[in-house]
């Protein structure tokens, strides 16, 4: 583990610390039962602000080989709600740029094959990169050629001198995990064609700051983007920033159109100017934010306590890597939920780290009938709660963390 120094953009070393989470646990560390007696990884997590170029990002870099090694648990392909908007992207991007099957997509930390297996119903060729054994091993199953790998300059580069330039490079929820932010992007330029767009999604900083969504914050999202800072990154790399659509999944998102050739849209104009209007370019608008973090954390143990000193049952729903640090931050553990429970069969039987609470099948909500269930991946509350309809019919209820914590 390294802490840097200076942005992990700009280069320049104007940061300053606005959110102190503590020293935790690798959010998707998840623990086998032979762990439990060992001693676990916990690192700093502290957040910054650059104030020459508007980047917010952590202050420390986990090896990425760490957080996304062989024993990586995340696979996409379990939210349906996050296979609906895949679909629905890959349809509208399919009409708006006129792919056929002399077309050809690449996508970046591709996981499971989530996206790629839509354009490639379609029948136009696709290439997924992806750094995560267990997902690349499921992605090649259903016929979808990945390369086990993490994304580089010097392998796009590779790519490109064989000829594997794309129409189309998507990037969703990438940008944010990479040490490297600036060859990460130099690998697109390389890999575009000449009139190709690069089709990258990340969580808004925006609506993280103004949502206190702070468990979105944890060791594998290095840094942390308004419009003003993915601007200043395309130009550094040769890119041009030329669309932006606001998205509402995972508690509010950017889908930004990159492309070598310089066509700037007015929805990004007009994002740059109010981002500047409202303060997201200077210090000041992130330093209220760590009083408010404290809050929801405070909360959130303060009603789980008053539940328990009732007498009322309390379980968690979804291992998700916010879920680790909701857990952590709150200081939440066995005393308070009897487990957490997850439709990813991969996570099943394992613990939550930290607090080291067992992720048990979906089923035992219905076999115990809780009286509270605790949404810890809360992007995902209305898929969960649709889900666990039954539940809610036997009188069960519902806890959301974020924005603060509230009885759904």
Known sequence: MAAISNCRVCGESNLSVFLELGTLPHSDGLLREEDLGKPEPKYPLDVVFCESCSLVQILHTVPPA?????????FSSFSDALLAHSRKN????????????????????SNDGYLLQ???????????????????EAAREKGIPTIHDFFSLELAKKLAGEGMQADVIHGNNVLAHVPDTNGFVAGIAALLKEEGTA????????????????DTIYHEHLCYFSVTAVDELCR????????VVHLDIHGGSMRMFIGRQKKVSDAVKNILAEEKAQGLTSLSYYQDF???????????RAMLSELKNRGKTVVGYGAAAKGAIMLNYAQVGTETL????????????????????PIVDPARILELQPDYVLILPWNFKEEIMSQQSEYRKRGGKFIVPIPFPHIA
């Open 66 to 74: 760490e957080l996304f090694g062989d024993d990586y648990p995340y």
């Open 90 to 109: 890959v349809n509208e991007i399919i009409a708006s740029r006129g792919l056929s099957e002399d077309s050809f997509v690449i996508e970046l930390a």
């Open 118 to 136: 839509y354009y490639q119903e379609k029948g136009i060729p696709v290439q997924g990169i992806d750094p995560a054994k267990g997902p690349v």
């Open 199 to 214: 089709v990258i999604e990340a969580p808004y900083v925006k609506d993280l700051i103004e949502h206190c969504e702070f």
């Open 236 to 243: 550094r790399n040769g890119l041009s920033l030329n669309h």
């Open 290 to 300: 760590s009083a408010r973090v404290a809050a929801v954390g405070a909360g959130l």
């Open 338 to 357: 009897e487990f957490v429970a997850d439709k990813n069969v991969h996570k099943q039987g394992r613990y939550m780290p930290g607090y080291h609470v």
